[in-house]
Structure formats: C-alpha cells, structure tokens
C-alpha cells in the first residue's frame, strides 16, 4: 500500500486549496499559516529490538488562534529508506496540534500533537510468526495512534529546525498484547509560507 504516496497527494491538494484561498483575503486581515516540513527519522519500531531510519514529511494548517494556544491541523506521512533487519513500518497519519503562544513572536515554538491513520508493518526475511507458532506473517495493516511533542527553532523569517518525537501504535498479531509501540524521533526542516507579507498590512 502506497502510504507516502497517498500523504504526498493530500498534502498538495490541501496547499493548493489553502494558497487559492488566501488570494482571495485582504493581507491585513489574512487568518491562515501553512507549513510544510521534511526531516530524516530514527524509528525504534517496537518489535525485537528492530530500527528502521526513515523519510518524514507533513503539512501544518492553522486557521486562527485561540488564546495562548495555536491550533493546526497536521497531516504527516513516514516511509521507510533503511529497513533494519527485523521489519519496516510505514504510515500517513493526520490530526490535530497545538502550539504555545507567546505575547512576542519567540525563535522557539513548542508543540504537542495526537494524529490518527492507517500503516503497514512489513517483516522483513521469511515473515514473523505469531506467538501461538500458528501462522508466519509476511505483513499486516492497521490504524495507527500518534501521540507526540515537538519544538521548532526558527533559523530566518521562513525556515526552521524540527526536533520531534512521536509515540506510534500499531495493532499487529505478532505480540503478546497485540500491540507494537513504535517510537520515531524526527529532526528536519520546516518552512512557512507568508501570506501576510511579513505581517506588514498592504496599502
């Protein structure tokens, strides 16, 4: 299944229906802010000590501001470039986060984000047999969790570091619990679009 692929398409449909959008409001009063992001992810994948090192890429879609919270909609995909020796995992996830607010445009942006979507675990070699010993499985498919956190530290006016860390369930029959915890660690590039011409009203 074409995880990446299918983010990819959905992050370009969203960008595309969001800069057409904001041509048509006034810079002074323009609400949106988009960022995209791509990073390269350590991925502790939950499952015989296996690691995978993968591609991550997202969009982050904030429509207006709510206190001293910033909301977004975030969509997000990871896809594996080294698949370790145990199994791959691959998912495209969206949801929602929340960035702190501070009173003066601060160079650090700490986040928190809970996203929800499908992923596939491939297990490498001649499968993974189940814990009964029953059946071997060549790869299985299911909804994945995200919980996770993550600071952005602004380099210039459009760019910025990503720290981020998410914690990832996936159900798969080759556990005990049914369960695999993965956990990948992101550290990549993100860059905003400024709709509001750097905040300065047009005249």
């Known amino acids: 299944m074409r995880f990446l692929q299918r983010a990819v398409a959905l992050f370009a449909f969203v960008f595309a229906v969001t800069a057409a959008s904001a041509q048509g409001i006034s810079t002074a009063s323009q609400p949106l802010a988009l960022s995209v992001f791509a990073g390269g992810t350590g991925s502790w994948i939950g499952l015989s000590s296996g690691r995978n090192i993968d591609l991550a890429v997202g969009l982050d879609l904030r429509i207006r501001?709510?206190?001293?919270f910033l909301p977004s909609v975030e969509l997000r995909g990871y896809k594996p470039v080294s698949d370790g020796s145990v199994a791959s995992e691959e998912?495209?996830?969206a949801g929602l986060r929340v960035e702190r607010a501070?009173?003066?445009?601060?160079?650090?942006?700490p986040?928190?984000?809970f996203l929800f979507g499908r992923g596939k675990?491939?297990?490498?070699?001649?499968?993974?047999?189940?814990?009964?010993?029953?059946?071997?499985?060549?790869n299985t498919v299911s909804n994945v969790l995200s919980p996770g956190a993550g600071v952005d530290f602004d380099l210039t006016h459009y760019f910025s570091l990503k720290l981020d860390a998410q914690l990832q369930r996936y159900s798969a029959p080759v556990t005990v619990s049914g369960k695999v915890w993965a956990k990948p660690v992101t550290i990549g590039i993100v860059y905003?679009?400024?709709f509001n011409h750097h905040g300065q009203a047009s005249k």
């Open 91 to 93: 998912n495209a996830a």
């Open 121 to 138: 675990i491939i297990y490498n070699g001649a499968g993974y047999v189940n814990p009964e010993g029953t059946l071997v499985y060549q």
């Open 111 to 113: 986040y928190v984000d």
């Open 192 to 194: 905003r679009f400024d």
């Open 102 to 109: 501070f009173a003066k445009a601060p160079t650090v942006h």
């Open 65 to 68: 501001s709510y206190k001293h």
